[in-house]
């Protein structure tokens, strides 16, 4: 059984209780921390608390010389946070202008509904909801005021991605970011998901402009709910953010509202676990009622199995562990496959991971995927796997000038690729593909590419097989220590590119490396190549 104390670390949980705890409880646990861990090499969960922790600490009379340097922390965390608040004023007043309603969620809603100081809550971004009909109104109304979506284009946003996801960063200038939600939940994606939260928000005013905030009850069931996730930020925020809502609410919180939501997506499991938390390790007043309704609710052996994930880390969890948490929240955000059986949703799922078009497809591509893609069986299953994604894509045209993958948006690169870098884009995961337009030419097309593996001491070689459509056009291998020349060179056959002029390369990376289970830094990925350039050879 997964226990409360499994959430966070030791150096978390005396953080959490130095924030949250009145006075001598307060100090003492700040005089643990401070026995067994050092500023100077703090956390991140550590840090997202610092804010609070020296409010805390002040009002209950501390004089530790450390709390200089915490203030420092806190007046630090102010500054950004006004930053992201004057975009996120703009943001939103484009947005009333177009007459489209928004809810601020998440943290700039805890500032202005619960915390009232910009400096206590650390704001990576400011999450705003939109109703899901007026998606695609609102990706165009931000880009028409100036905002850009990060990493891909309005178009390709709207046509690929809206249906898959519940929000998108864009961003504007330094310091300038949103989160544009469609949807408030990342496990709810139903047309009328949202309805009843747009119906109990309450007024608030933000950076400015009139908005909504969500009642205390829906904004503590989404920040359980977001904070389960492994990734999130907010892992490390919501008990405090739901200790600040109980205590302001006091005794007309509505608990069955709280247990019905959980309910509602499945999530009765993960939601105990972090009612328990908040009443044994904070000591908050969590009614043994409302925890006993969750842990009654019917419950499946894969949220059990899901559970026992959801703190872990992405590096701890496995591909076993991860592929399971990325079933679950597909399962979640079609709302019907939820109540159904696991099994009902692997096609669908597969389908939606790999961007590929009917059941047939799918499973020829997973039973080539199970037996370790062999290049015989690959013209079989890669021939036009993808087609319903190409037909949507405006993909760039190669040229013999190098183009930087930096700069490529989600219209050229299809999947598995990550976050763009300075220089270039690392791929993500075993396969990784790329959609180019060619010129009009006839004849072999020769392709140069500038490229790092990732080849560390602990992870010595990488075998890299680039497919051109459905042919092989080259294999690429690297060495630790060995001289691995950063140009590489392509020929794709004359008659592997079609009439529409679409090249699609395929990086098949075999046993990409994960730098933090090697040992090698904190990077959870799943790397291979570290991409920079490609352009057509003379």
């Not at 997964?2 to 005396?14: H, K, M, N, V």
């Not at 953080?15 to 700040?30: N, R, S, V, Y």
């Not at 805890?110 to 990576?124: C, E, F, K, S, V």
């Not at 794709?492 to 590119?497: C, E, L, Q």
Request: hydrophobic share 50%; proline share 6%.
């Amino acid at each position: 059984m997964t226990t409360p104390e499994a959430l966070f670390d030791e150096e978390t949980r005396l953080l959490l209780k130095t924030a949250l705890a009145p006075g001598d409880a307060a100090l003492a646990a700040f005089a643990a921390w401070r026995d067994r861990f050092d500023l100077d090499a703090i956390g991140q969960g550590a840090r997202r608390l610092m804010p609070l922790a020296h409010a805390n600490l002040r009002a209950a009379g501390c004089a530790d010389p450390l709390m200089g340097r915490i203030r420092g922390i806190r007046r630090f965390d102010w500054a950004h946070n006004q930053m992201l608040l004057q975009g996120a004023s703009h943001a939103l007043a484009a947005l009333h202008a177009a007459g489209i309603d928004t809810i601020v969620l998440k943290g700039a809603a805890m500032i202005a509904g619960w915390y009232r100081d910009a400096g206590l809550r650390p704001l990576g971004d400011v999450d705003i909801l939109v109703p899901t009909a007026q998606a695609r109104a609102a990706v165009a109304c931000l880009a028409e005021a100036g905002w850009r979506p990060q990493g891909t284009t309005p178009r390709v946003l709207c046509e690929v991605h809206l249906r898959h996801l519940n929000a998108w960063a864009f961003g504007r200038t330094v310091g300038h970011s949103v989160d544009l939600h469609w949807h408030m939940l990342s496990q709810a994606h139903q047309t009328d998901a949202d309805a009843a939260y747009w119906a109990r928000a309450a007024p608030a005013r933000i950076a400015g402009q009139d908005t909504r905030v969500l009642c205390a009850e829906d904004q503590l069931f989404h920040a359980c709910a977001h904070g389960m996730q492994a990734r999130s930020a907010d892992r490390f925020s919501w008990p405090a953010d739901a200790a600040w809502i109980l205590r302001a609410s006091g005794k007309a919180f509505d608990w069955d509202r709280v247990v019905a939501l959980a309910r509602q997506t499945r999530l009765t499991l993960q939601l105990a676990l972090c009612l328990r938390f908040l009443r044994d390790e904070i000591a908050l007043d969590v009614p043994g009622s409302a925890i006993e309704e969750l842990d009654c609710a019917p419950s499946s052996p894969i949220e059990r199995a899901e559970l026992r994930l959801r703190p872990m880390q992405p590096d701890q969890v496995g591909r076993a562990g991860t592929a399971l948490l990325a079933l679950q929240d597909f399962r979640r955000r079609t709302g019907d496959l939820v109540h159904r059986p696991a099994v009902a949703a692997l096609v669908p799922w597969a389908a939606e991971a790999w961007g590929l078009d009917g059941t047939a497809t799918t499973l020829g591509y997973a039973l080539a995927a199970a037996c370790g893609r062999p290049d015989w069986l690959r013209p079989l299953w890669l021939r036009r796997p993808r087609r319903r994604l190409l037909a949507r894509l405006d993909p760039a045209t190669l040229t013999d000038a190098p183009l930087a993958f930096a700069n490529l948006t989600d219209d050229t690169l299809a999947h598995g690729w990550s976050e763009p870098e300075a220089n270039g884009r690392w791929t993500d995961g075993p396969e990784a593909v790329a959609v180019f337009r060619l010129p009009d030419a006839g004849g072999a097309i020769a392709l140069r590419a500038v490229v790092e593996p990732f080849v560390v001491a602990r992870h010595s070689r990488l075998t890299v097989d680039v497919w051109a459509n459905d042919v092989r056009a080259g294999r690429w291998r690297f060495g630790f220590g060995a001289a691995n020349s950063t140009a590489q060179t392509l020929l794709v056959p004359a008659g592997a590119v079609g009439a529409d002029r679409l090249l699609t390369l395929t990086f098949v990376l075999r046993k990409p490396g994960r730098p933090a289970a090697l040992g090698h830094s904190t990077d959870r990925r799943q790397l291979g190549l570290f991409v920079r350039s490609l352009a057509l050879s003379p």
